[in-house]
């Protein structure tokens, strides 16, 4: 005879099998002494499975992992989970008040873990994640989208030559796979040092809501539900000998003197070593210099903001070694998010 399945335990709350319950973390004060929490919901699905744990907004200005975590919250097959599902939308609640990527004391803290419990006040808040709900969980997926006036093509950050992190990234369905270690400080080098598998989804820009990447998210969290069993296998996802490209490597090129930027190329655009991308000048037209592809690549960032500073990123090329291919992938994925007819919710435009 089975056991009944214990309840999950996490911060001040108790959840019962097939339940759903919220708290949240309380990170810290304001001036005011009004307490300033990190909300979480989890939901405790009847039968044992693993705890997938879904942030978004640890840059404070990143929005798309917001509203892909509601979605995702509202999907009624959650109904039949098993294992536990621990959803924290807004991870740097004081960035997000602000509409900054930021700490209040300009820290990223996505760059503080481990953190500890006399440092910094990121230090701290990565401190106290660390220990009461990642530590909690034995997945990690964490929501992204381009800093302030750059957007990402959608797209998975991760550890490829782990392949338990390897097979969380093909299942997020997208056609596009970053191969890149965990940055220092980041809450994915966090679940990487305690042995969680994680990936990161980018998409999108900072301070916007991007209905091709929202979906896009949505539907790869459903995709790796699925992947670890919480979920039952979808009979429409019939794309099983279905593999996403791999990129090799990346660069950004940066702007090579101050002035009005003008760009040519689209996120997704397949460019051929010597294509031109852009071209920054001044105001008046004076003194032009064109912006050329060091190498042949997939646009997977753009800077969208005119006024640049040498220096300044401006393009971000993934090189794969099928380019042709994966430029029509980009394509087709595109087209396919735009003309799902399963989705349920109106459209963001
Ligand atoms: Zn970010």
Redesign the pocket.
């Known amino acids: 005879m089975a056991t009944r399945r214990q309840p999950f335990r996490i911060l001040d709350i108790e959840v019962a099998p097939g339940a759903r319950d919220a708290t949240a973390l309380p990170a810290a004060q304001l001036y005011t002494h009004t307490r300033l929490n990190i909300p979480l919901q989890v939901v405790h699905g009847r039968q044992d499975g693993p705890v997938l744990l879904l942030t978004a907004a ?2 404070g200005d ?1 929005l798309n992992g917001v509203e892909i975590i509601r979605r995702v919250l509202r999907e009624r097959g959650l109904n039949r989970l098993r294992g536990t599902l621990v959803a924290v939308p807004v991870v740097n609640v004081f960035g997000f008040i602000h509409r900054s ?1 930021y700490l209040p004391d300009r820290r990223d803290l ?1 760059r503080c873990f481990p953190g500890s419990e006399k440092g910094s006040l990121g230090s701290r808040i990565a401190d106290l994640f660390s220990r009461e709900v990642l530590a909690h969980c034995t997945h990690l997926v964490d929501l ?4 302030i006036h750059r957007s990402n093509l959608p797209q998975i950050r991760a550890k490829v030559d782990d392949p338990a992190v390897a097979e969380m990234a093909r299942a997020f369905g997208l056609p596009v796979i970053l191969g890149s270690p965990p940055l220092d400080g980041s809450l994915r080098h966090m679940a990487d040092t305690l042995g969680v598998p994680a990936v ?1 989804y ?1 998409s999108g820009e ?1 301070l916007r809501f991007d209905e091709q990447g929202i979906r896009a998210g949505v539907r790869g969290c459903l995709g790796v539900l699925r992947h670890l069993g919480m979920l039952p296998p979808s009979r429409r996802e019939p794309r099983s000998d279905w593999e996403p490209f791999v990129a090799r490597s990346s660069q950004w090129i940066r702007a090579e003197q101050d002035g009005v930027f003008r760009p040519h190329v689209g996120l997704g655009a397949h460019v051929a070593q010597g294509d031109l991308l852009g071209v920054i000048g001044s105001p008046e037209g004076e003194g032009e210099v064109d912006i050329h592809a060091p190498a042949a690549g997939v646009l997977v960032g753009r800077n969208n903001i005119p006024l640049v500073n040498e220096g300044e990123a401006l393009f971000h090329i993934a090189r794969f070694d099928e380019l042709g291919e994966v430029a029509r992938g980009i394509e087709d994925f595109h087209t396919g998010m735009l003309e799902d007819p399963r989705e349920s919710e109106p459209p963001v435009v």
């Open positions: 640890i840059h990143e990527r996505n992204h989208t381009g800093a990161v980018e900072a």
